[in-house]
């Protein structure tokens, strides 16, 4: 039986929206590029990719094979940005009372997986790539085995670093 969203109960001080965002979506016309394969399943995912690191495990990205040649360019040793889809989360929360968190805090000033549109961000780094295959190795993933992949973006140090405050 499939686990649905929505039967997660809200922590104190959450807020959901009187409305399902994933029912009344415009079509953004997204399509899964691949998946992340990694040791995690529902009950035993770390949080956070530092968590993952600590873990450690073998985590592998696959591209599948129509996509394959927009591996050209990268290079193991970079650092990439992976975009997935979180989809076993709620998407109604907009504030969540995250267990490490004193207060309430909104969505949008977390990395949650709850949201209204379930996108999540890792930088990870590039160990090995074998684009034939559309195999990617990287240095952890927060993210439950089979979950799909939207994008992946090269992390540039020129674009990437916010600037300085002041």
Not at 60 to 82: K, T
Not at 100 to 121: K, M
Request: glycine share 10%.
């Amino acid at each position: 039986m499939e686990h649905d969203p929505a039967d997660t109960p809200a922590r104190r001080g959450e807020v959901a929206l009187s409305f399902d965002p994933a029912r009344v979506a415009d079509d953004a016309r997204l399509r899964f590029i691949g998946r992340l394969r990694s040791p995690w399943s529902r009950g035993n995912c770390p949080k956070n990719l530092r968590e993952a690191r600590a873990a450690g495990g073998v985590f592998r990205v696959e591209v599948d094979p129509p996509f394959r040649a927009g591996l050209d360019g990268l290079q193991p040793g970079q650092p990439v940005i992976l975009l997935y889809w979180t989809g076993a989360a709620r998407r109604d929360m907009i504030v969540l009372h995250p267990t490490h968190r004193e207060a309430p805090t909104g969505v949008f000033a977390l990395r949650a997986p709850s949201r209204p549109n379930p996108i999540a961000v890792g930088v990870v780094r590039l160990l090995a790539l074998d684009a034939g295959a559309g195999v990617l190795e990287v240095d952890a993933l927060d993210a439950y085995d089979g979950t799909p992949l939207l994008d992946i973006k090269p992390w540039l140090h020129s674009v990437d670093i916010p600037p300085a405050q002041g």
